[in-house]
């Protein structure tokens, strides 16, 4: 069993920059796969970005993409989502989520990931 943690949300102004980080801990030597989703009030939780736990593949929502890059530092058992250029519409509720099946690849879906961190909240003011 993994357990996950976010950390770095809040509030920014439109233009402006967050780093969320999600911090791994208990059995996470199997991980194959770390992402990102998000889920407005009202809206269906989607995925954001996605990364291979060995690096490589990678994957980014169209609407993110080019403005946040998702990255990871193995020896902290540690991922990060670096969000630069913020809109209102990026303002949600972020979870980072792991598979430890290596069923999906860079899954992209809420159902092809098993943990899940308790979320943390991004505000993003006009």
């Known amino acids: 069993q993994a357990q996950l943690m976010e950390s770095g949300g809040g509030s920014a102004p439109a233009g402006g920059s967050l780093r969320l980080s999600c911090a791994a801990s208990g059995y996470t030597s199997s991980i194959y796969c770390m992402a990102w989703f998000r889920q407005a009030p009202g809206k269906r939780r989607e995925g954001v970005a996605a990364?291979?736990?060995?690096?490589?593949?990678?994957y980014y929502a169209g609407s993110v993409r080019g403005r946040f890059a998702i990255s990871q530092d193995n020896s902290k058992n540690t991922w990060y989502l670096h969000m630069n250029n913020l809109t209102p519409e990026d303002t949600a509720m972020y979870y980072c989520a792991a598979d430890d099946t290596g069923d999906y690849g860079v899954g992209t879906e809420p159902n092809e990931y098993n943990y899940w961190g308790q979320g943390t909240q991004v505000t993003v003011s006009s």
């Open positions: 990364i291979l736990a060995g690096g490589g593949s990678t």
